[in-house]
């Protein structure tokens, strides 16, 4: 069942690469008591995640705060080591946007916005999506309908409904 407005977002726990190591994030702490906005891809590297998908958030990453934003993260079903080089190549950890991996799928899978990727054999993948969280409340959900959109889960698609 994929998650909808109103509904609190599921207990995971995410992966960041930080100066120290790699630190395990909890979804439910970070959202707590903040406004966060959290967009999931189908994978790093890709071409309209690349391309398209987190330029958007690049773009619009000051109009977001502006907005009383505390917290842009970008999830994908990778390792943490490939989202923190992905971060760095498309300058998204530059603008402040925390990439955080989802190894397993746990959060893309609570969330119901996993799907079979045939181009991985099988593997879950994530549908592309962008949220708003406050205090851990989804107030906006944006779902993709074919993972090669980017339209309404776009930084300025979602910019428009906050």
Same mark, same amino acid.
């Given at each position: 069942m994929t998650i909808s407005e109103g509904q609190s977002l599921p207990e995971a726990t995410l992966? !960041?690469?930080? %100066? =120290?190591?790699? %630190?395990?994030v909890s979804v439910t702490e970070r959202s707590?008591?903040?406004s966060v906005v959290i967009f999931g891809l189908p994978g790093a590297y890709t071409g309209t995640c690349s391309n398209a998908h987190v330029p958007s958030f690049i773009r619009t990453f000051d109009k977001f705060k502006a907005k009383g934003v505390d =917290? /842009? /993260?970008? !999830?994908?079903?990778?390792?943490?080591?490939?989202?923190? %080089?992905w971060g760095k190549q498309t300058g998204a950890t530059a603008a402040g946007i925390t990439m955080a991996a989802d190894p397993d799928a746990s959060f893309t899978k609570a $969330?119901? $916005?996993d799907f079979a990727a045939g181009f991985v054999r099988g593997a879950p993948r994530s549908k592309r999506y962008a949220l708003h969280a406050v205090d851990? !409340?989804?107030?906006? $959900?944006n779902v993709e309908e074919s993972p090669g959109a980017c339209d309404i889960s776009a930084g300025e698609g979602l910019l428009q409904q906050l």
């Amino acid at each position: 069942m994929t998650i909808s407005e109103g509904q609190s977002l599921p207990e995971a726990t995410l992966m !960041v690469k930080t %100066a =120290e190591g790699i %630190a395990d994030v909890s979804v439910t702490e970070r959202s707590k008591g903040r406004s966060v906005v959290i967009f999931g891809l189908p994978g790093a590297y890709t071409g309209t995640c690349s391309n398209a998908h987190v330029p958007s958030f690049i773009r619009t990453f000051d109009k977001f705060k502006a907005k009383g934003v505390d =917290e /842009i /993260i970008c !999830v994908s079903v990778n390792d943490v080591f490939v989202m923190d %080089a992905w971060g760095k190549q498309t300058g998204a950890t530059a603008a402040g946007i925390t990439m955080a991996a989802d190894p397993d799928a746990s959060f893309t899978k609570a $969330l119901g $916005l996993d799907f079979a990727a045939g181009f991985v054999r099988g593997a879950p993948r994530s549908k592309r999506y962008a949220l708003h969280a406050v205090d851990g !409340v989804v107030k906006v $959900l944006n779902v993709e309908e074919s993972p090669g959109a980017c339209d309404i889960s776009a930084g300025e698609g979602l910019l428009q409904q906050l």
